[in-house]
């Protein structure tokens, strides 16, 4: 990325001051959405969301597995992120080791809740097949091919619209099958159960430059940030998780007040998305008929 | 396993001498000099190419050309089973070889010396021939980033199973055991580039194989001088021209 000079440095703080940015928006705006699902046919589901010039592609791959023996109850999701070098020529090789690194627990902290499995966006306890036995394992993986800043809401926003696409294989298990023996179990080809995303928080990054916080900064405006907090709301407005970063310490009335923000803006950022995937799942549908 | 019916369809509903169908999309990759996607049935590769420019390791500088990078990952999500290392294992390094020396030899290198010019190749679905899909997508990559090419590569892969020479292998057809005959051409130039071929085929078919092939290649020349005149025009009627 070429560096900026001070001329330009100047030019997007006083944007942001003046309520204008750059790219004509005002600090709470988002950039033009565009969701595609079930991008990959050989995935369970899967997703393609563009945020302005921010592309990510994520995709869910369900298979069958064993319930860990503290939660027998739940199923497993584990969320990766990979960075492609398509995306930015640093990324190549080992480059984007660190940031997949760090996306990808983000992504973790804020849909699936704590180490106890408590609180998180997706229910556990739906991909539960046998209760000690078998269980499904979803792995969620996610592809950075364009990066234009504001990676985590666009990722987070391809995860949400990839489960919504995601369709789970009804499993019948015989019956026949003592207390100790692994069940026999077929997969059914036919039927399929609709993932369930009305539990599934959105996140909303607010970053804070100069006085003033922005929502889905460009990757021109991100190195300007004091800090970035990273909150992830779901439909009933309750908070799922919170991420800080950047080294300047924000007073805690700050943290209040960009909390409240996120919460109001994410009421608008899950009613597009929502539009956006129902959009995106019913051309699909048309597809399909035609 | 037949490969081909007693009535000549293979396993996809295609005739052995029938290509996949192909798409193409420049552009993809806002930030690159150059991207494209290239779609050759299931099999879908992104290319982005950034460059020329300046070259970030300095013993690695030419005086009197460019230097050629290229890179070949493959998504978690892109084989059936999930691929738990994106990059970095030997079938990836050899493509990375394959797709740089390929490309750099119909890049006019000597243009543009002391720079380096970055080849990345994603490959976000596989089903067979991603070698030549990404061969094709880099083209159409470097054409959309401006960079001076003596022609273009085009890659084509072809097989024999059933005693009958197929065109454009898929996933199951490749993993039949059969041999897979990979060939990179330049069109206008109507020079072989690239030749590769594993397991065994008898010494008289080779050439029948290789030249089904080389109709592949030119095929897809086609289409390629097809979606860059395309492209070209649309830029003129965005520029008013």
Known sequence: MVGLSLGEKHFIKGGIDQNIRSDGRKRDYYRPIFVKTGVIPQANGSARVRMGATEVIASVKAELGKPSALHPDKGKVAIFVDCSAVAEP???????????????????????????????????????????????????????????????????????????????????????????????????????????????????????????????????????????????????????????????????????????????????????????????????????ES | MEFVNPEGLRLDGRRPMEMRQLRAEIGAVAR?????????????????????????????????????????????????????????????????????????????????????????????????????????????????AGIPMRDLVTSCSAGYLNSTPLLDLNYLEDSAGGPDVTVGFLPKLDKVTLLQMDAKLPVDIVENVMQLAIEGCKAIATYIREVLLENTKQLEYRRGL
Not at chain 1, 182 to 190: L, R, T
Not at chain 1, 215 to 240: F, L, Q, W, Y
Not at chain 2, 37 to 49: D, L, P, Q, R, S
Not at chain 2, 94 to 114: D, G, N, W
Request: proline share 3%; glycine share 8%; aromatic share 4%.
């Open chain 2, 32 to 144: 690159a000099d150059g991207s494209a996607v290239f779609e050759m049935g299931n099999t879908k590769v992104i290319a982005a190419v950034y460059g020329p420019r300046e070259v970030q390791n300095k013993s690695q500088l030419s005086n009197d050309q460019a230097l050629v990078r290229c890179e070949y990952t493959m998504a978690n999500f892109s084989t059936g089973d999930r691929k738990r290392k994106p990059k970095g294992d030997r079938r990836s390094t050899e493509i990375s070889l394959v797709i740089r020396q390929t490309m750099e030899a119909c890049i006019l290198t000597h243009l543009m010396p002391r720079s380096q010019i970055d080849i990345y190749v994603q490959v976000l679905q596989a089903d067979g021939g991603t070698r030549s899909a990404c061969i094709n997508a880099a083209t159409l990559a470097l054409a959309d």
């Open chain 1, 90 to 288: 640093t990324f190549e090789g080992r480059g984007a080791e660190e940031l997949s690194a760090e996306l990808s627990v983000a992504l973790e902290r804020c849909l699936l809740g704590g180490t106890s499995g408590a609180g998180a966006g997706i229910d556990l306890t739906s991909l539960i097949v046998a209760e000690g036995k078998i269980c499904w394992d979803l792995y969620i993986d996610s592809l950075v091919i364009s990066s234009d800043g504001n990676l985590l809401d666009a990722l987070g926003a391809s995860i949400k619209a990839a489960l919504a696409n995601t369709a789970i294989p009804k499993v019948n298990i015989s019956a026949a099958a003592s207390a100790d023996e692994q069940p026999e179990v077929d997969i059914s080809d036919e039927e399929f159960l609709q993932f369930d995303t009305s539990a599934v928080p959105v996140i909303i990054t607010l970053t804070q430059v100069g006085r003033h916080y922005i929502v889905d900064a460009t990757s021109e405006e991100e190195p300007h940030m004091s800090s970035a907090v990273s909150i992830s709301v779901n439909r009933k407005g309750h908070v799922c998780g919170l991420t800080k970063r950047g080294g300047e310490g924000l007073d805690p009335s700050v943290v209040s007040d960009m909390i409240s923000v996120a919460q109001h803006l994410s009421e608008l950022l899950m009613s597009r998305l929502d539009s956006e995937i129902s959009a995106a799942e019913a051309e699909i549908g048309d597809d399909e």
